[in-house]
């Protein structure tokens, strides 16, 4: 089946420092890839997203590319602000045989960051 | 600008009690979900549906039943709720799957604790 590895939290980093949070996946075809955000109290809302090899997702200073060789959709920031702590989820979504989509979460990452 | 909308926010049930969680959404999506996400195990798909009047069983449907009677309206229920079930749940829907999107919108979530 698939499946989402991410690195295990917490995570915390100064502000302004740069941050890196691995994501490894186990696909079957041709999965596109997300990260996926969570604020304190709030409900998931997409960061970025990439649907084939070697495109590069970005939003709001984020970055993650989809590496086919690596099974890898790395997130990474080059300077974090307090504002960036929250929950951070690496997802993969496949038309299923059904022909809908399936979505796999990883476990999640917290990242606080400190002023 | 309502997109995904949960109710109730909280509730407090005892073992045995029943209860119905509302989702709704304002986006004419074919596509809800319903998950729970539980601490380090990410989110986990309890039933979904592909369109008004279906439904499908997720990860971990035991315990659950829903029903999609309207297009915008998709209802979790618990009919005899267990302390295993506290957890919070959230609700998501989206367009048709293809390549371009696949993006899932939540909503804020529903913390439910069985006591």
């Known amino acids: 089946g698939n499946s989402v590895t991410q690195m295990e939290g917490p995570v915390t980093l100064s502000e302004e420092a740069f941050l890196t949070i691995n994501c490894t996946y186990t696909a079957t075809g041709y999965p596109s890839l997300f990260w996926y955000v969570q604020y304190p109290g709030e409900g998931l809302q997409l960061l970025l997203k990439?649907?084939?090899?070697?495109d590069k997702g970005s939003n709001k200073g984020f970055e993650a590319t989809y590496r086919k060789e690596t099974t890898s959709f790395h997130l990474e920031k080059g300077s974090v602000q307090v504002s960036d702590s929250a929950v951070y989820f690496c997802?993969?979504?496949?038309?299923?045989?059904?022909?809908?989509?399936?979505?796999?979460f990883g476990t999640g990452t917290k990242l606080q960051v400190i002023p | 600008n309502a997109g995904v909308t949960q109710t109730p926010k909280f509730r407090v049930l005892k073992t045995g009690q029943s209860m119905t969680l509302l989702c709704a959404q304002d986006?004419?999506?074919?596509?809800m979900y319903w998950y729970r996400q539980d601490p380090g195990m990410g989110l986990r798909l309890i039933h979904y549906s592909v369109g008004e009047g279906t439904t499908a069983k997720g990860e971990v449907p035991d315990g659950y039943n829903v029903s999609r009677l309207k297009k915008q309206n998709f209802l979790l229920g618990l009919e005899s709720a267990a302390p295993s079930q506290t957890s919070v749940y959230f609700c998501a829907s989206s367009y048709f799957w293809d390549m371009e999107t696949g993006e899932l919108f939540f909503g804020e979530g529903s913390r439910l604790t069985v006591l």
């Open positions: 986006m004419n999506h074919e596509y």
């Open positions: 997802a993969l979504s496949v038309l299923n045989s059904g022909g809908y989509q399936k979505v796999t």
């Open positions: 990439a649907t084939k090899a070697d």
